[in-house]
């Protein structure tokens, strides 16, 4: 039997993935004394690895595909293919941004000041890179954590990935310019992507993950209407959503069902109640695939 050997990417990714893939309709559970996941597909084997290393590893075969930030292709400079870009803009999934940080006392304004100085970051390899296409010269150092605290005793600035900025400003650090933007991808091994099973495998994979991550922060709504209030209640529902209205059983009535942003709804359902809707159910989604 034909197998996909698949990376999960253990640490801060590791929970939201496996709830992404439980939306998707995969169940993988995780043991704490094992790096090998139990998945409910037969033709898939799970194994956990840090997102900075899972690109290296896609790279060399040893995973045909896994989930990591495209800022670790990027820093492992890794030759995979890119199957899924997986963003959302909440939870796990949204975008990051690798950001240049001084002190706020710092005299440094643009990454030309830098020239001669202390960097300090995870993110080395891109660190240099940056650099070097703004003809800057400087010492890169690897930060093996609590980067934040080591302006300006330890480097003169450090780059670190960041989403709001709240704790760089906690740390009393200023950003001066963005490095790179980062999401998370569904990257493949250029020999699987060029297996016809295992292409069709990743493919329908990126179909589900694509629909779970869809249906993040939506909800669906049915509720029945008389003829006559139809336009009222269409009238509450947003501009740009087009539900589907159908006959019921009884002429004078019609079934309505749409998609919603789940955080508008607790102020529509009265709107509709008021506008003549009745038997109205929200439910959760899962999926929606397009």
């Not at 990591?68 to 939870?91: C, R």
């Not at 991550?213 to 139809?230: F, P, Q, T, Y």
């Not at 009222?232 to 059983?249: C, E, M, Q, R, Y």
């Amino acid at each position: 039997m034909s197998l996909l050997k698949l990376g999960i990417p253990k640490g801060s990714l590791e929970g939201a993935t496996v709830e992404l893939f439980r939306k998707a309709g995969f169940v993988i559970n995780i043991s704490s004394r094992s790096y090998f996941p139990a998945i409910d597909d037969p033709e898939i084997e799970c194994m956990l690895i840090r997102a900075q290393e899972m690109a290296r590893y896609v790279e060399d075969g040893v995973l045909d595909a896994g989930l990591t930030g495209y800022d670790w292709v990027i820093e492992n400079d890794a030759d995979v293919v890119t199957v899924a870009d997986l963003v959302y803009a909440k939870q796990s999934f949204g975008k990051v941004r690798w950001v240049l940080a001084v002190p706020e006392a710092s005299p440094v304004q643009s990454v030309k000041d830098l020239e001669g100085k202390i960097i300090a970051t995870e993110l080395v390899g891109a660190t240099k890179k940056y650099l070097a296409q703004n003809g800057v010269s400087a010492k890169v150092e690897f930060s093996w954590g609590a980067t934040e605290v080591k302006p300006p005793v330890l480097a003169d600035a450090i780059v670190e990935v960041t989403e709001t900025g709240s704790s760089l400003r906690a740390n009393k650090l200023r950003i001066v310019e963005t490095v790179m933007e980062s999401n998370t991808q569904l990257i493949a091994n250029t020999g699987a992507w060029n297996d016809p099973w295992k292409r069709r495998k990743l493919e329908d994979i990126r179909m589900l993950l694509d629909g779970a991550i869809a249906a993040l922060g939506k909800v669906g709504l049915m509720l029945n209407v008389r003829r006559n209030d139809l336009a009222a209640v269409l009238n509450v529902l947003p501009a740009l959503k087009n539900p589907t209205v159908s006959p019921l059983s009884d002429g004078e009535w019609l079934a309505v069902n749409t998609i919603l942003d789940e955080s508008t709804v607790r102020n529509i359902i009265p709107r509709l109640k008021a506008a003549g809707a009745q038997g109205i159910v929200e439910y959760p989604l899962n999926k929606i695939v397009m």
